[in-house]
């Protein structure tokens, strides 16, 4: 399985980003999916999921700003951010979930870094 991340970058408190993540090697339709991020000293943790059916969870830090999202025919999801903080810096990774079912690979993340 590959995972590649994208869509990350600099932006100013407030500002928005869409992140994507497209799975390869994998029947992705199958999977529920998540969005992870790592901060810098800080354990990876989940922002977000996504079921099968479309089923979406948020992590209480991000609820009612972030919107997690899938196309099953681009093997690809997504994480729309809006009104970003400065605490939302991290790397952001795309997985299976939950957390015990992972993919051993985790790809490169893409970097999200949020200035105040």
């Known amino acids: 399985v590959q995972l590649q991340a994208s869509g990350g970058g600099l932006v100013q408190a407030g500002g928005s980003l869409r992140l994507s993540c497209a799975v390869s090697?994998?029947?992705?339709?199958?999977?529920?999916m998540g969005w992870y991020r790592q901060a810098p000293g800080k354990q990876r943790e989940l922002v977000a999921s996504?079921?099968?059916?479309?089923?979406?969870n948020y992590g209480e830090s991000v609820k009612g700003r972030f919107t997690i999202s899938r196309d099953n025919a681009k093997s690809t999801v997504y994480l729309q951010m809006n009104s970003l903080e400065p605490e939302d810096t991290a790397v952001y990774y795309c997985n299976r979930v939950p957390s015990s079912r992972v993919w051993s690979t985790w790809g490169q993340g893409t970097q999200v870094t949020v200035s105040s």
């Open positions: 090697g994998s029947i992705f339709s199958g999977y529920s």
């Open positions: 996504i079921s099968v059916g479309g089923n979406t």
